[in-house]
C-alpha cells in the first residue's frame, strides 16, 4: 500500500478549505483517508496548522507527500531535509 500525504478537500463552494491527511493512494481526494494531521485555509495568511510530530511519524513509515503538501510542510517550519521529495502522480 503507498502511503500518502495530501490535502483532501473540505467547506463550501468558493470557500475552499483543507485537511491534511494521511491515505491511501488509491482512495479519491476527498474518500477514505488514515489520519488527519492539519488543515488549511488558504484565504488567511496564517492558517496553516500541522502537526508535525505525526508527519515525521508518518514520514518514517514511508509515507510521500505530494507537492502542493510539500510546500506546506515546509512553509509550516519542517525543515527541507525532514521532508522527503514531492510525488508527481
Known amino acids: 500500500m503507498a502511503v500518502r500525504i495530501r490535502l483532501r478537500r473540505v467547506g463550501k463552494k468558493k470557500e475552499p478549505h483543507y485537511r491534511i491527511v494521511v491515505a ?30 505525526r508527519a515525521k511519524y508518518w514520514f518514517s513509515k514511508g509515507a510521500r ?7 506546506l510542510l515546509v512553509k509550516s517550519g519542517l525543515g527541507d531535509k525532514e521532508v ?5 502522480d
Do not use: C, M, W
Open 24 to 53: 491511501d493512494s488509491r482512495s479519491p481526494r476527498d474518500g477514505k483517508f488514515i489520519e488527519n494531521i492539519g488543515h488549511y485555509d488558504p484565504t488567511k495568511d496564517d492558517a496553516l496548522v500541522i502537526k508535525s510530530e
Open 65 to 71: 507527500p505530494t507537492a502542493t503538501t510539500r510546500d
Open 84 to 88: 522527503p521529495a514531492a510525488v508527481r
